[in-house]
């Protein structure tokens, strides 16, 4: 009984596999069918593929990560070794820095130079205004209760931004360089080319009445000069560029990055001199009936060999001494004048005689009483005339003096 028991389940198994392959057929047809009108299914296998392709990429991904670490690991090296070339330059560049900071100090202290430090100020947070009575300024929040005053200088870590006009109790107005009302005495950083920078309401303020506009440079850092005594020398304003308007015009600084943080510093306002220097005062000038006195040694003002002005500086004594600088002149032109027809005499006496004695020494006649370059008379007969003494009378010539 056992045994056919077992004949029988086994042989209904490959009937059972049919029936189940049929089943699975026919949901496959059933799902396939469905699947044309609501495509749900081909959603559902794609969530289970992408699933299944996420896992199975990866290691894939893990290989790309690890030949990009691999690939930074090498560029790395070169940006290391780039990085360590500009520290060595840039250490370089300080040590001379140092150098010429230590060399300018002591030619400071030399010369008795009064060098312009900037100082430390304070600093606070600007925020552009939208609408007020300039078309380029802002708001700072810092005002009279930290000490902040009008005309006080505002910058940030690029270079010059404006200065305070309005201060309040917790609030500043700055007018920025840019605004129409700005101006501030610039020069070029190489050239020291002179100039002001004047706003036009563009992010170019113009360099107006340049001292020396062919020396200005294309590129050339602008800096505040202090010519004014309120802002301080030496503050980055830009680049100097010239426009296609053919003006010149400063690139600023201070807008490179957006305005955020300010640093607020004092103006320079040199102080005037506590003595006021009055004009020294002057002879009171002489009476019409007075005799003045002859200014001995009195020159003119302006001439070239000039020891001194006249030490009565009246106008009555600068007359006289240019008289008397006259008379001086005059009298040395006289004594030059006669010395001179003096001089011309006595050589044209001299240039006689030379010709009377040559004109004797060729008829071989001595010449008695002529007078020499010296002003004496010779009346000795010279060695070679003397056999010619008494020459015939037929052969004396007509013009030869008789003894």
Do not use: C
Not at 146 to 155: F, H, P, S
């Amino acid at each position: 009984m056992a045994r056919r028991g077992n004949r029988r389940t086994g042989g209904a198994g490959p009937l059972i596999g049919v029936a189940v392959l049929s089943a699975l057929i026919t949901a496959g047809v059933t799902i396939l069918v469905t699947d044309q009108r609501s495509g749900s299914v081909a959603g559902f296998a794609s969530d289970v593929s992408g699933a299944i392709g996420g896992v199975l990429m990866t290691p894939v991904r893990w290989g790309e990560s690890i030949v990009s670490s691999t690939g930074s690991f090498f560029g790395g090296a070169g940006l290391n070794q780039k990085l360590k070339e500009e520290n060595r330059a840039l250490l370089q560049w300080r040590d001379q820095a140092k150098a010429m900071a230590e060399r300018l100090d002591a030619y400071e202290k030399l010369h008795g130079v009064k060098a312009e430090q900037l100082p430390q100020g304070l600093t606070g947070r600007l925020i552009s205004e939208s609408s007020g009575p300039f078309a380029k300024s802002g708001i700072v929040n810092l005002g009279a209760k930290a000490g902040i005053k009008v005309n006080w200088i505002v910058m940030n870590q690029n270079g010059l931004v404006g200065r305070v006009i309005a201060v309040g109790s917790d609030t500043s107005r700055v007018l920025f360089l840019a605004d129409g009302d700005s101006r501030v005495p610039v020069m070029g950083e190489t050239t020291r080319a002179r100039a002001i920078a004047i706003g036009d309401k563009t992010s170019a303020p113009r360099l107006a009445h340049l001292n020396t506009p062919t020396s200005m440079r294309d590129g050339e850092r602008v800096m505040t000069s202090g010519d004014d005594g309120i802002f301080p020398r030496g503050i980055a304003v830009g680049q100097a560029g010239l426009a296609p308007d053919r003006q010149w015009r400063v690139r600023l600084a201070s807008t490179a990055a957006p305005i955020d943080f300010v640093r607020l510093v004092p103006p320079s306002n040199f102080p005037p001199p506590l003595e006021p220097v009055t004009a020294p005062s002057l002879a009171p000038p002489p009476t019409e009936g007075a005799m003045t006195a002859p200014i001995q040694g009195g020159v003119l003002p302006l001439a070239a060999d000039a020891a001194g002005v006249p030490t009565a500086a009246t106008p009555e004594a600068i007359r006289a001494a240019q008289a008397l600088r006259g008379s001086e002149i005059e009298a040395a032109r006289a004594t030059s004048a006669r010395l001179a027809k003096e001089r011309d005499a006595a050589r044209e006496q001299a240039r006689q005689a030379e010709a009377a004695r040559l004109a004797a020494e060729s008829r071989n006649v001595p010449v008695a009483g002529t007078a020499t370059a010296s002003g004496s008379s010779s009346s000795a007969p010279s060695p070679q005339s003397a056999p010619a003494a008494n020459p015939p009378a037929a052969t004396a010539p007509s013009g030869a003096p008789k003894q």
